[in-house]
Each structure stands twice: as structure tokens, then as C-alpha cells.
């Protein structure tokens, strides 16, 4: 998440681009920030190791002063750009992708946006970002629009979020979602949007509408639980099973069961309980922990499915 405000720091988010964690919900905490412009970032490292020197934001200092970004999705060219900045001799400080776009800005020339500019013409992926200097806000969606990223209002402030469900969160107004391959730069005197980059042919992230996002989030204009609920509804239509009852497998897969059963015509139940105390399972390192985990995490309601054929 990015906000400029005119009268302190905040900031809420979900997923890719910042939870407010009880630290930064304490007023105390707040009450130490003295800036109006800030980012934050709430995502494990799905490049590199899952450490602390991979925290996002990642800061660097340039000669035109401070520079911290934040990144959801990964580079395909990230380990031929490492190497090549490793020869001119970079120096790395984290194993994530993320940190050679710092590198690139450092090699090229210019302001800030002409040195992000030259280094995203060199990456090649996926990448929503939000980045920060000592008086500006940028977001920036790579040109296939693999990732989300929206815009909002929040009073007088602009937010950016991976996702729309944060501006709920915290009564701000989705305005739009930032276009693929748009860089939105805003400042105390408002937004400016450019469009520095190739147009490409949109590829969005399908799973983004299966998974990866909040329910109560809108992507494209729609409704992401309205979304899975209509896939469900495919799916009962292109392959109809016989079965007594749609069981969800939760959370992900609560709407799409939802449209299934209604298509079908079947009962819909919780037949598998979820224990919402545990973390994410898929994550774990080992297949041995990850099936403790989902034991852990799930288990049969047995009243509602013994002796019943299950979907």
C-alpha cells in the first residue's frame, strides 16, 4: 500500500502491499512517523529465501535522496540481470529479484522516473510495485498486467493497494485499477499519469480470480467471489458427477462450491471444518510437515459427508 497525506502517515493493506500489524496499529508507533508519504509491504519471498535481509520494501540511497520499493510478482530474467550486474560490480544485499531493479536504477542516468524507466525496460515478468522518494508516491504495473494494482482516495490522500478490499478496510474510494504497463506518480501538487513502456497484449493472472485474491475484492470490473461463484457454476455444467453433496474445501473454494451446488441442484454443507489458527500450509518446506499441517488445518465434518457420494 502507498498513501500521501497531508497530515501523517498511514497506511492498511492486504496481501502483496501491507496488513497493518499490531506494531503499526499502535498509536505510539504512529506518533513517531513524521512523514506523510509511506509504503509497506506483506508478502513472503517468492523468489530467495523467506529472511530477514528480503523484508520488503527494499531502500537504497541515490543521489537524488532515498528510494524504497515494494513488489509483487516475479522476474524471469532476474538471475541473467544479477549476474550481469554482479560482473559490473553490484553488490547484492538481499537474494531476492526485486533488488535488481535498485541495481539498474543505480547504473542508469537521470531523475528518478527516467531510472526507473531504463530498468523497467530491461526486466521481463511480472510486477506490480509501489515505490517511494522524499516527496513522491509512484505505482507501476508491468505491461502485461500480470498483477493487480489499484488507485483510491482517501480524503484528500491517493492510495495504491494490490487489492480493493483494503480501501474498504479503511473508508478509502476505489477510483480505478493503475493500467498495465502505467506508472502513476503522485505528489503533494496530485497524479500524473505515464506510459513509458510497450504496449503488450494483456495477460492477467487467472488465478487471481481461483486464488490468490480476497473475495471481497473487484478485479477487472468484477467481483472476485461473483467470479468463482460462476466458475462453479461451469464446472456443474461441463462435468455434472453424481453425488449426494458439494462440500467446499475452505476458504478458497467456499463461492466456487456455492455456484456448484446452485447449478446442480444438490445440497450444499461444511464438510470439512477449518481450524483458523493455523498458517499457511502450502508454504511449508517438506511434504511431511505440509501433511501434518493440513491435518492440522482440516478436518471431516463426518456427520455431514459418512456414507454420501461427495463433490
Known amino acids: 500500500t502507498g498513501i500521501v497525506t497531508s497530515d501523517g502517515t498511514q497506511f492498511h493493506s492486504h496481501r502483496g502491499l501491507g496488513q497493518v500489524g499490531d506494531n503499526f496499529g499502535s498509536e505510539a508507533v504512529i506518533a513517531r512517523l513524521p512523514g506523510r508519504i509511506a509504503v509497506g509491504h506483506n508478502r513472503y519471498a517468492t523468489t530467495g529465501d523467506t529472511i530477514?535481509?528480503?523484508?520488503?520494501?527494499?531502500?537504497?540511497?541515490?543521489?537524488?535522496?532515498?528510494?524504497?520499493v515494494g513488489h509483487?510478482?516475479?522476474?524471469t530474467n532476474a538471475h541473467h540481470?544479477?549476474?550481469?550486474?554482479?560482473?559490473?560490480?553490484?553488490?547484492?544485499?538481499?537474494?531476492?529479484?526485486?533488488e535488481v531493479i535498485v541495481h539498474l536504477m543505480a547504473m542508469s542516468q537521470g531523475d528518478v522516473i527516467e531510472r526507473l524507466v531504463a530498468a523497467l525496460r530491461q526486466i521481463e515478468g511480472a510486477y506490480s510495485l509501489v515505490a517511494l522518494t522524499k516527496d513522491s508516491l509512484i505505482g507501476v504495473r508491468d505491461p502485461l498486467g500480470v498483477r493487480p494494482l489499484s488507485l483510491g482516495r482517501l480524503?484528500?490522500?491517493?492510495?495504491?493497494?494490490?487489492?480493493?478490499?483494503?480501501?474498504?478496510?479503511?473508508?478509502?474510494?476505489?477510483?480505478?485499477?493503475?493500467?498495465?504497463g502505467e506508472i502513476v506518480v503522485i505528489t503533494a501538487e496530485g497524479l500524473r499519469s505515464l506510459k513509458p513502456l510497450p504496449k503488450?497484449?494483456?495477460?492477467?493472472?487467472v488465478f487471481e480470480y481461483i486464488y490468490f485474491a480476497r473475495p471481497d475484492s473487484m478485479m477487472e470490473?468484477?467481483?472476485?467471489?461473483?467470479?468463482?461463484?460462476?466458475?462453479?457454476?461451469?464446472?456443474?455444467?461441463?462435468?455434472?458427477?453424481?453425488?449426494?453433496?458439494?462440500?467446499p474445501v475452505p476458504d478458497s473454494g467456499l463461492p466456487a462450491a456455492i455456484g456448484y451446488a446452485a447449478e446442480a441442484g444438490l445440497p450444499f454443507e461444511l464438510g470439512i471444518i477449518r481450524n483458523h489458527y493455523v498458517g499457511r500450509t502450502f508454504i511449508e518446506p517438506t511434504d511431511h510437515i505440509r501433511h501434518l499441517g493440513v491435518k492440522l488445518k482440516h478436518n471431516a465434518n463426518r456427520a455431514e459427508i459418512q456414507g454420501k457420494r461427495v463433490i
Do not use: W
Open 52 to 68: 530477514l535481509r528480503n523484508v520488503q520494501p527494499l531502500f537504497a540511497e541515490f543521489d537524488f535522496g532515498g528510494f524504497a
Open 72 to 75: 509483487n510478482g516475479n522476474l
Open 81 to 98: 540481470l544479477r549476474r550481469m550486474l554482479v560482473k559490473k560490480g553490484g553488490l547484492f544485499q538481499s537474494t531476492t529479484d526485486t
Open 200 to 205: 503488450m497484449r494483456q495477460r492477467f493472472c
Open 155 to 180: 480524503d484528500d490522500a491517493y492510495v495504491l493497494s494490490s487489492e480493493t478490499c483494503a480501501f474498504d478496510i479503511i473508508g478509502a474510494e476505489h477510483v480505478r485499477e493503475v493500467e498495465p
Open 221 to 247: 470490473g468484477t467481483s472476485v467471489y461473483e467470479a468463482r461463484k460462476r466458475i462453479g457454476a461451469e464446472l456443474a455444467r461441463e462435468s455434472p458427477v453424481p453425488a449426494d453433496v458439494v462440500i
